[in-house]
Nanobody, 117 residues
């Protein structure tokens, strides 16, 4: 199973950050699987942002719930992340990981996102 994040590396403050995770080697609709978004700000630990499971149910961190949405494109086997109204505090390396909410056996290589004007 391979995961590949993609998206813009630079986002301006107040804009929307959009990232895509392409999953290969497994179907994102598989029952029992969940695909997560996790980020790591510079000098800080990993922060779980949210996930979407094989049925399309989404789970979001309470601290990010008001600004974050997770969705999927089953035709492309992709997971998407959107974060609205970004600030410099959203600068981080963003990862997608799976295959469950609690076990991250598979990781993408991560993508750096910088929020700056």
């Amino acid at each position: 199973v391979q995961l590949q994040e993609s998206g813009p590396g630079l986002v301006k403050p107040s804009q929307t950050l959009s990232l895509t995770c392409t999953v290969s080697g497994a179907s994102i609709t598989t029952t029992g699987y969940s695909w997560n978004w996790i980020r790591q700000p510079p000098g800080k630990g990993l922060e779980w942002m949210g996930a979407i499971d094989g049925s399309g149910n989404t789970y979001t961190s309470p601290s990010l719930k008001s600004r974050t949405s997770i969705s999927r494109d089953t035709s492309k086997n992709q997971i998407t992340l959107q974060v609205n109204s970004v600030t410099p505090e959203d600068t981080a390396v963003y990862y997608c990981a799976g295959p469950s909410l609690s076990e991250y056996e598979y990781w993408g290589q991560g993508t750096q996102v910088t929020v700056s004007s």
